[in-house]
């Protein structure tokens, strides 16, 4: 028995220890370093290490090495790059993983599409990416641009990380002093903005053209075009799909800022280096008495941090609590330890998305039907974003020679945000705003430096205050088309589009009383805009093969793009009630202004593009374009030869 009760003691102990070591190992961060090679043993660049089910991670050097900091909660890598199969890489307790990947046999065979119309791969002389739509939906994102990142050689993402918010996609690097984006074509309908509006469930496919591939849209292709092709029914039956996803977002890279005790001791070593080179005399005279509104003299004073920051610097038994009001006599406790302001303006905060698709389809006709949401909470508290959506694709044969279908997407989304990278942001602010104030004064309401000690306003405040400034978002995009064979070589084939947004918000700017420099009145801003985009575009298009050999594919249409924007607005100042439910201009009582603008434009093209092919060997390729934008016409040529590249 005795030997059973120590024998059971040190098992108890072994798990404990072992319990509280995993513990403590899966809270902390991993470095993991490796290098990534192909089968022959060569060091591969440009290989693209990301965290699961995030978007944070790196590419491999000029060596094939890398280094990552991970959670030690991570368990898989995802391992990527262009010609290579994706790999899920279990991490485990390793911190040195080697990769080898396997090739990819490309397919020659493959539909892509290449600019109004579809072409086998082995046929394609221009440069031409495919990404794989179920590879960009592993990483949770409201928008298929941030989805990209990593998917495509050539294509560089940069995140915002707002929740909403669209990154800046660069295909090849800058080409222009001035606006460098792609063009986006969904459905051979050109988007020119908000993309966070179509739900990246929907999207079938996706290609980039670059450089000659994409030159059939002539000098809107100068930053190249990313193709999006969305669902449509499949001939097999009827599906059902139903995709859920639940996850969380966390701000990494915390900053680690001084407490209270540590400010006062820096800044009392400021004053002396300040006094040591002024002509004040000797330092054992000076009254420090006022000389800093919160901190007294020697750190190691007992009346070194005070107990209140307004009345500034005053102590326990110099203040009266129950004379305060507010706004006109606040009063506010110092924090002795010290606010953390980064662990009050960030969340760990929930993703969600839910998505459910039916489609079929026969001989006759086909159909997708797509219904989803997505919400984000930002990692900023009191940021977000909302989005539902309704996707209908459509496609019937009336004859062997007739075709008719639309594809549809309606979406409303609304966004609560802050700026990035500006000044006066909260994040910007939770930088300066010294830790001796707190969150609230001693009346629940925000405490700010009213009573000297900076500048910076209480970030807890501006998110706080902004948080019902909801930005909200329809959006109806989609076409319409019919498709004729005329010739058993020769279809023409006809797109009607539309593209139509609203915008509108309300903003209200509220009195900060606690603030050091605090406004004089509140204001609201109400904005209400719209664009309405509509393209036509009609093309005939010659595909033949003779005696076996040559192939012979002629494209040649128009397009005509008209866009129509418009934007009213409206502001008034000194509402009486702050309430939400009187924030409407009528309650304004002064400096009542309103403002309105527009525009629009248009933009008429010739196009055509032969493309001739010789044994699957000899290929060339010549598009060709005049473009008016009602400002000068556009006039391209350009031939590609390939040979013999290809093979037979």
């Avoid at 440009?46 to 959670?71: H, K, R, Y």
């Avoid at 209400?528 to 298009?541: A, E, G, R």
């Amino acid at each position: 028995m005795h030997i059973l009760a120590k024998a059971r003691r040190y098992i108890v102990l072994f798990f404990v220890v072992t319990f509280n070591y995993i513990h403590i190992v899966s809270g902390q961060e991993l470095t993991i370093n490796g290098t990534a090679k192909d089968i022959s043993g060569e060091p591969i660049s440009g290989v693209t290490i990301l965290i699961q089910g995030t978007t944070e991670g790196m590419i491999t050097d000029m060596n094939g090495a890398f280094s990552l900091s991970i959670p030690g909660s991570t368990n898989t890598l995802i391992i990527s790059a262009m010609g290579y199969r994706t790999q899920e890489v279990d991490i485990g307790s390793q911190t040195v993983v080697n990769i080898n990947l396997q090739p990819t046999n490309t397919n020659l065979q493959e539909i892509v599409s290449t600019g109004y119309v579809q072409a086998p791969r082995k046929n394609i002389t221009g440069s031409i990416s495919t990404v794989d739509a179920d590879l960009m939906k592993e990483i949770p994102a409201g928008s298929f641009t941030q989805q990209l990142q990593g998917r495509a050689a050539g294509v560089m993402v940069m995140q915002d990380y707002r929740p909403g918010a669209n990154p800046m996609v660069r295909i090849r690097g800058y080409g222009s002093i001035n606006n460098n984006d792609p063009l986006y074509i969904v459905d051979g309908i050109p988007m020119y903005n908000d993309y966070q509006s179509i739900n990246p469930n929907n999207i079938e496919s996706v290609q980039v053209l670059k450089d000659a591939a994409a030159s059939i849209y002539s000098f809107r292709a100068g930053n190249g075009v990313i193709l999006i092709t969305t669902k449509n029914g499949k001939k097999k039956g009827t599906e059902f799909t139903f995709v859920a996803r639940y996850g969380w977002q966390k701000a990494n890279g915390k900053v680690d800022l001084l407490n209270t005790q540590q400010l006062g001791e820096l800044m009392y070593q400021q004053d002396l280096n300040d006094y040591a080179n002024s002509n004040y005399g000797d330092i054992s005279g000076f009254d420090w008495d006022g000389y800093n509104a919160y901190y007294g003299g020697n750190p190691d004073g007992a009346s070194f941090i005070p107990d209140y920051v307004y009345p500034d610097g005053a102590f326990i038994g110099e203040v009266d609590e129950s004379l305060y009001s507010y706004p006109d006599n606040l009063i506010a406790r110092a924090n002795r330890e010290g606010t953390d302001w980064f662990d009050e303006i960030y969340q760990t905060a929930p993703i969600q998305e839910y998505n459910f698709g039916a489609s079929a389809g026969t001989d006759k006709g086909r159909y997708y039907f797509g219904l989803g949401y997505f919400d984000q909470q930002g990692v900023v508290k009191h940021t977000r974003f909302n989005r539902i959506s309704l996707r209908a694709n459509t496609e019937y044969s009336i004859k062997n020679w007739f075709r008719v279908g639309e594809n549809l997407e309606v979406s409303y989304n609304e966004n609560v945000n802050t700026e990035n990278n500006v000044e006066g942001t909260p994040i910007l602010n939770a930088y300066t705003i010294q830790p001796i104030f707190p969150v609230y004064d001693i009346g629940g309401h925000y405490a700010g430096q009213k009573g000297g000690g900076g500048y910076a306003p209480n970030p807890v405040a501006q998110l706080g205050r902004n948080k019902d400034n909801v930005a909200e978002n329809w959006r109806f995009f989609g076409n319409a088309f019919l498709e004729i064979d005329f010739l058993k070589d020769l279809t023409f084939r006809s797109h009607l589009g539309l593209d139509y947004s609203t915008w509108y918000q309300s903003a209200f700017t509220a009195l900060n009383p606690e603030s050091a420099e605090p406004r004089s009145s509140n204001h609201l801003l109400v904005r209400s805009d719209y664009q309405l985009n509509t393209t036509w575009y009609n093309i005939l298009n010659f595909n033949k093969l003779f005696s076996g050999q040559h192939a012979l594919n002629v494209v040649m249409g128009t397009e005509l793009i008209e866009s129509r924007y418009r934007y009213l607005s409206g502001s008034r100042a000194s509402f009486f009630v702050e309430d939400l439910s009187y924030r409407f201009l009528n309650a304004g009582e002064a400096a009542q202004q309103n403002s309105g603008t527009g525009s629009e434009w248009n933009m008429f093209s010739l196009f055509a593009k032969v493309n001739y092919a010789f044994r699957n060997k000899y290929l060339a390729d010549h598009p060709a374009s005049v473009q008016n934008t009602g400002m000068g016409y556009s006039l391209r040529f350009l031939w590609v030869g390939e040979f013999p590249m290809k093979p037979s």
